[in-house]
């Protein structure tokens, strides 16, 4: 059974930054596409970053220069660094591995003005 449980979520200044991480149970994210999205109150969820088993990264354009999305292997573990944040990029975010149909439980960013 795949979990994906993601961390580091919270309340920041705009321009502040943040790190989530999404730990990895019953699924080696080595081997795995895995990716962040994210859903803002009454919107859609939307792609946020994605990185293949053979390391290609992938960012959306409304964070690409500001977000990074990256693993450890050895840790298990999908994190995406948030940087340069904008209130605009409130939302929950979600870590998933897509194609596998496998979603965290999400953790809510709030940025401030």
């Known amino acids: 059974q795949v979990q994906l449980v993601e961390s580091g979520g919270g309340l920041v200044q705009a321009g502040g930054s943040l790190r989530l991480s999404c730990a990895a149970s019953g699924i080696f994210v080595s081997s795995s596409t895995m990716g962040w999205y994210r859903q803002a109150p009454e919107k859609q969820r939307e792609f946020v970053a994605t990185i293949t088993s053979g390391g290609r990264t992938i960012v959306a354009d409304s964070v690409k220069g500001r977000f990074t999305i990256s693993r450890d292997n050895a840790e298990n573990t999908v994190y995406l660094q948030m940087n340069s944040l904008k209130p605009e990029d409130t939302a929950v975010y979600f870590c998933?591995?897509?194609?596998?149909?496998?979603w965290g439980q999400g953790t809510q960013v709030t940025v401030s003005s």
């Open positions: 998933g591995a897509p194609i596998r149909g496998s």
